[in-house]
Nanobody, 124 residues
Framework: QVQLVESGGGLVQAGDSLRLSCAAS????????MGWFRQALGKEREFVAV????????NYADSVKGRFAISRDNAKNTVYLQMNNLKPEDTAVYYC?????????????????WGQGTQVTVST
């Protein structure tokens, strides 16, 4: 079965960096667009970033543009989210998601598979 496993979350201070990883198995990884979403306590899940199946296309939420970078290694079946200059408002559970498509979906209901999430907490 398909599994997406996130890692790399933690507690950091404002201005610090973190790199999240999401390891995929049970699917033809190179055929899937991969997205990152986040959900803060008491809020709805929101789009963060997406990368196309081949890695040539990306899209970001306005709130993270210029600070976050999504990348993927299809040989390792892994997608990454490099997060720089973290802010307290970035505090959330971060989820990776997979969708078999050549497009760059940004709506959570577009995605077929989800990981269990990893907590990122940014203190002031």
């Amino acid at each position: 079965q398909v599994q997406l496993v996130e890692s790399g979350g933690g507690l950091v201070q404002a201005g610090d960096s973190l790199r999240l990883s999401c390891a995929a198995s049970g699917l033809t990884f190179s055929s899937y667009a991969m997205g990152w979403f986040r959900q803060a306590l008491g809020k709805e899940r929101e789009f963060v970033a997406v990368i196309s199946h081949g890695g040539g296309g990306t899209n970001y939420a306005d709130s993270v543009k210029g600070r976050f970078a999504i990348s993927r290694d299809n040989a390792k079946n892994t997608v990454y989210l490099q997060m720089n200059n973290l802010k307290p408002e970035d505090t959330a559970v971060y989820y990776c998601a997979a969708k078999r498509t050549p497009l760059l979906p940004s709506r959570s209901y577009d995605y077929d598979y989800w990981g269990q999430g990893t907590q990122v907490t940014v203190s002031t």
